[in-house]
Nanobody, 127 residues
Framework: QVQLVESGGGLVQAGASLRVSCVVT????????MGWFRQAPGKERELVGA????????SYGDAVKGRFTISRDNTKNTVYLQMNSLKPEDTAVYYC????????????????????WGQGTQVTVSS
């Protein structure tokens, strides 16, 4: 049984930085391309960042390019999202997701392509 557990969310002021983490258990971590998504009240779930199985290929949503960085540590079964220069519009529940992939070098950007999801962690940015 694959489980994803996020941590590191919280309340910060605009301009601050925050890092959220997601640990994956139940299956070999490097079988998965990984992604971070977010969902604000009344809005659809959107891509924040995606990373390939190797960690060498990444892709980002337009709203966060240049401010957020996704990375992974395959020795720790963990994917990270470093968020800098946070804005009030970044306020949302952030979800970690895993997509089984045979290819090593693809970052998966479609929400429907992900099989496993975490429970989410709240990030709130005050102005």
């Amino acid at each position: 049984q694959v489980q994803l557990v996020e941590s590191g969310g919280g309340l910060v002021q605009a301009g601050a930085s925050l890092r959220v983490s997601c640990v994956v258990t139940g299956r070999t971590f490097n079988l998965f391309a990984m992604g971070w998504f977010r969902q604000a009240p009344g809005k659809e779930r959107e891509l924040v960042g995606a990373v390939s199985r190797t960690g060498s290929v990444t892709s980002y949503g337009d709203a966060v390019k240049g401010r957020f960085t996704i990375s992974r540590d395959n020795t720790k079964n963990t994917v990270y999202l470093q968020m800098n220069s946070l804005k009030p519009e970044d306020t949302a529940v952030y979800y970690c997701a895993a997509a089984p992939r045979s290819g090593w070098y693809s970052a998966v950007v479609g929400v429907d392509e992900y099989t496993y999801w975490g429970q989410g962690t709240q990030v709130t940015v005050s102005s």
